[in-house]
């Protein structure tokens, strides 16, 4: 059985920052390209960063990038978003997910493509 968990959302302030993780169980990890998306609400979910098995490549979506970073630890069955410089915009629900295989480059960033979540962690930033 796959399980994806997220930890590590709350509430903020603007300007401050956090760390999610996301602990997989059941699925081979270290071969599984994962990725970070949110939602926030009435609002469809948006693709945030992926990082390939290895860590080789990642890839941050416009609205965060150059404040994000995905990174992986593979002995740990782990993925995590620092989040720095969050802004009221960064609201929103986090779900990690993995990517299906054969998935082609130009779709790795459509939920779509990614075929378990975590059941997500709320990121609030606010004053």
């Known amino acids: 059985q796959v399980q994806l968990v997220e930890s590590g959302g709350g509430l903020v302030q603007p300007g401050d920052s956090l760390r999610l993780s996301c602990i997989a169980s059941?699925?081979?990890?270290?071969?599984?390209?994962m990725g970070w998306f949110r939602q926030g609400l009435g609002k469809e979910r948006e693709f945030v960063a992926y990082?390939?098995?290895?860590?080789?490549?990642?890839t941050y979506g416009d609205s965060v990038r150059g404040r994000f970073t995905i990174s992986r630890d593979n002995a740990q069955n782990t993925v995590y978003l620092q989040m720095n410089s969050l802004k009221p915009e960064d609201t929103a629900i986090y779900y990690c997910?993995?990517?299906?295989?054969?998935?082609?480059?130009?779709?790795?960033?459509?939920?779509?493509?990614?075929?378990?979540w975590g059941q997500g962690t709320q990121v609030t930033v606010s004053s």
């Open positions: 997910g993995r990517l299906r295989s054969s998935t082609i480059l130009s779709e790795m960033r459509s939920p779509s493509r990614y075929d378990y």
């Open positions: 990082i390939t098995w290895n860590g080789g490549r990642t």
């Open positions: 059941g699925l081979t990890f270290s071969r599984s390209t």
